[in-house]
């Protein structure tokens, strides 16, 4: 028996790689650049690693014949539909750093915690209604936002031509 892993597992396996280098540019800033994530930077990172689990995972289980081809469109979708939600998220999250919705009381407003012994000076909060870092006016979330919806929208139109190509 040939198992010959079609379009759309590629991609699931693509777009699930694209996910993967979306979490590690994300911990590259963390670790590296020093950039420690607020709460919302956790939220997008979630789906991208769903996604990059079920892309990769499931587009190698199609090219060893653990799942059957027909299921790879339907693979694919998941992890496009998992790198949009996370681009969603990265809108949210843009708009919260630009004052054009409120966010997370838990993240926004005030850098400090007030507990059940009055106000804790000693927590430290990531706010995430403040860009730690912004590039031509854009800041991390802005360009998860761009990437990840750019990536999604890209993805399920190749993968509704190949569909349409069988």
């Known amino acids: 028996m040939s198992v010959a892993t079609p379009a759309s597992g590629r991609l699931a396996m693509a777009f ?3 996910a993967l ?13 020093g950039y420690p994530p607020c709460e919302m930077c956790h939220w997008q990172r979630w789906p991208h690693i769903a996604a990059a689990i079920i892309g990769l995972g499931g587009g190698l289980a ?7 081809r027909r299921y790879a469109a339907a693979i694919a979708l998941v992890v496009l539909a ?8 990265g809108v949210y999250h843009a708009g ?4 054009w919705w409120a966010g997370p009381t838990a993240c926004t407003g005030s850098a400090f915690r007030i507990g ?13 209604d403040r860009a730690a870092w912004r590039l031509f006016g854009i800041s991390m979330a802005g360009y998860n936002a761009l990437l990840s919806i750019g990536a999604a929208i890209f993805g399920s139109i190749i993968v509704s031509n190949t569909r349409k190509l069988r």
């Open 16 to 18: 699930g790689a694209f």
């Open 21 to 33: 280098a979306m979490i590690g540019g994300a911990l590259a800033f963390q670790y590296i650049g």
């Open 62 to 68: 199609l090219q060893m014949g653990l799942i059957r």
């Open 82 to 89: 998992l790198i949009a939600v996370s681009g969603l998220i």
């Open 96 to 99: 919260v750093e630009w004052k």
């Open 116 to 128: 059940a012994g009055g106000l804790d000076l000693s927590t430290k909060v990531v706010m995430c």
